[in-house]
């Protein structure tokens, strides 16, 4: 029998003792799973059957969303006794999602120290390291000895997050650097901490943008990073944090690629909010490219055979451009176009690889539509030779401008402090259709008329 | 062998032709000279020679050499000579010379190891490669594996050949077995089974199982050193093996338990210290913990690893413990996966950093281009099958684009969701994929009977009020415009989502099928809807 079947028939009979057996033996993720599976109206049994620990362990792996609506029918002392047991800066985000009078009423039945927690977690803006941290960490004294480090260890270790890194704070609670628990345990009891503690650790400000602090931790290989305001030690982020912002971020940047705004599943409502605002802009810029095509019209008409290779033209831009606009936004995604020498390092290696790429396909295209325009056997060689120009020359410049558009754009957004991944492949893609169809058709006028085709 | 007179020789000669000479001589021939000069001799030739050379010169010399050779050199040529030593070895030169000088080294090393260790790896690529050789002889090989345990496998092995091979092979002991393992990789043959021989025994045979494992495979970012425990012992011989194992390890927080050669649970660090004696650690261990097999891919290790916040996942070979994928090195793994899979979606092949240079940027992106541009032929061709009807009306190429584009982006964003649900293990059985392909088809119907609204009007709007040509009928061509969207973001939706589950049961990977590819594949669809559709009803 399936857990989730297990689960509901055991609630059906009101066997609190069982279920609480069962979500025992589970990992709190794997418990979510079910609980989302479970009706609404057997949620309130689940909850009962369940103690404030692993509810509050449970909660910590749904997302603030979902944890609310499992919450919405809980009375507000159960709400509140999960929410005290719960990491301070998980909590903080589940009671930003509460009304402001179910906030009220939750708030008085929280005792003051972890009001005080929360309070001062929910006060930082989403995009700053402090609405991440954690501040159940383990400190111990720079006077302390290994031995009164390692009392306070077996006192405090069980319900700390991660141990792997000790804090040495002075009598302020100002960091002064850290002991690794590897090297602790190594001590002999009567050595001093000042002794085997490393000063040059890494840290963050509580204020800093959670990217920075992201790359921080990434690049230091570190799993916990220590958060300070006026070098009082107020919090850590830990690596797990770390992986939820990245999975979350590269995923934003994911959709925004395909052209998707939002969560993706396949409801219908979600589909709606999410896909079809992209395709409206789309379809309205591309009846741009349609009425700038309406100007080119007669020399169309004449030139039948242009048709036929402009949407070779307007895809293969459309192409290398989406190509260059990704390495630009992993580029800014991974921080490494920060400094100014390195924008211009980077913009100087697109444009030359978007000339090469540019020249080599062009004289692809040049060999490929000639050859197929012999074999039709519509025009006469010379006009053939002349299209086929016509192709070669707006494929290279083609190529060679939407690469550079496509890496520049993300930079520009970037240094107006909008989110760079917002140039998306369709965007890019439509912009670069506009001037393509503006050169091909641009340089054919030009080339056709001056081999003497009439026009 | 060499006569004694050329040694003599040797110090009149200028100091690059000296080097050189040096560096052409084999292990051998160094040795002889080296025999034949006196003391002060071979102080002054160690004076006038590079870094690479007093290395090599200095290398086995008698103890009383070696001694006198520190005391007289400075301080930098000193740590170069010491850092090519054995702990041991090292240890026993600083406790014998002159202790002034002792302080004196250790001074100028504090003075280059104040900065964080990944600092210091960072400024590495900075340098010029003789500016390397001599920072490089600052440090012990134990310290410089701490620094290329920040920097990219490929970085680091470029590094290599500014080490004497011996140096060499003993960072390559010192760093992380997986590291290390990815460092090998990228080595030239040569070097490769150079560095493997000079290294310890178990450290080879670590390495070359680790080379075993396919670069997506769980096994290859596997640590294969951590403390296992015998389940049937108790917990105070636990703790002793914890104390002892400690500095061979990365972390001591999670210990891995077996009970007669199986893997049977972990246990937490926090619960072994404050269980009292007598206890068996079999009672406090955890056994519904999540485990991966060497074999399985790297997206499930990312996949666990960030669900159920695992810091030490267990690989297990059989039912047997292997080796360790710590949270770190998932971190740095799902930034490839994923930057990777954003790439493919853009239709570059694997990764791009400010290093990358334009020829790799091309060697990344051209194939990709050179494909797709035949495929655009493939449109080209089928666009001129319907050259009668684009002579007879003009008008309709102007609409082409936006029909092309739109079927184009609408078969990206099913390609991408369908690839995320693939990599996010939730198509795993036939009715789910069964199920999400009628899904889509359904959403491709319903985006394309929004947009089909959309589209009418504006081509209607578009040729009666704009461009006002009297022999084009309007009505019929914004019908046909209309309609083809419909029929075309239906087709690209199912498309852009068949075809990665396609290739998944195929065992490709979905990600190949790239935002270009499909949407090339969907122009070829679209404009024989369109062009069809028109003919019938022109």
Redesign the interface.
Known sequence: MKASENLKLLIAKGNYAKIKDLIG???P?DATILLKELDAGEIPVFMQALNDDMLANIFS?LDEEEAKIFLEKANPSLIAKIIVKMEADDAADLVKKFSPEERKKIASLIDEDAKKDIKELSQYDESMTGAIMSNNFLTIGIADTVGDAMKK??RE??D?E???TLFVVDGESRLKGTVD??KL??ARKNENISDICDY?Y?YAGDTDAISSSVNKL??????VLPILKDKVLKGIVT??D???V??RE??D???K????AGK?D?A?KT??KS??P???I???L??F???L??AY?EI??KV??L??????I???G???G??S???S???LA?N??DKKS?IR??L???A??GL??GV??GI??FL??FV?MWI?K?DPLHKVALISTVIAISMAFG?FCADFIGSVIPIILHKCKLDPAVAS??FI??LN?ILS?VIYYSLASLILSYGGVPL | MMPVWMNKQLLKMKKEDLDKLLSSLKANEIQSIVKNVSLSNLLALARMVNVANKIRLTQNLSETSVLFLLNHLDRKDDLAIINEFSEEKRNYCLNKIDPKIVSEIKELKAKHLKMHPKDIAFKLEDLRPEEREEFFALFTAEELAEFFGYLESSEVSGYMEALSDKKASDVLENMDADDAADVINELEEKDKSLYLKLMSKERKEELEALANYAEDEAASIMDPSFIAVDGDKDVKDAMKILVKRAPDVASISTLFVVVGNKFYGVLDFRKLIVTKSPCLVKTITDVHVKTVDVHDRIEKVIEITDDYDIYALPVLDKEKIVGVITIDDVLARMNTEREEDYNQLAGISGTTDMQTTAKERIKNRLPWLVILCFLDLLVCIVIAMFDNVIEARIALVLFAPAILALSGNVGTQSLAICIRGISANELNTKSKKAKHIVKEARNGFLIGMIMALIAFSLTFLYLRFVLKDASTNDFKIAFIVAFSVLASVTCSSLFGCVTPIVFDNLHIDPAAASGPFITTINDVISIVIYFSLAMLVL
Do not use: C
Not at chain 1, 307 to 312: G, N
């Open positions: 033996k589970m990992h993720y792996y260890l077996v270790a069980s700390r991660v141990i792997d628990l590897k345990i190594i040059n890494v990434k690049e230091y290989n570190l799993l690596i797990d770390v992986i939820d990245v999975d590269t995923s940047d994911y959709d690629l395909a052209g998707l993706n396949s219908i589909v709606l896909r079809i992209w395709l409206v789309l379809l309205i591309s009846f490219v349609s009425s095509l309406g019209q169309i008409g039948i055979p048709v036929f290779f402009q949407s070779l307007l895809d293969m459309g192409n290398s989406t190509q606009l990704a390495s936004v992993v580029g991974k490494e176009l390195n390092h980077h100087g290696k697109e030359l690889a090469i790429n080599i396909l692809l295209a490929l539509t197929f039709k519509d190529i492949g369709p893609t439509t259709d169809v």
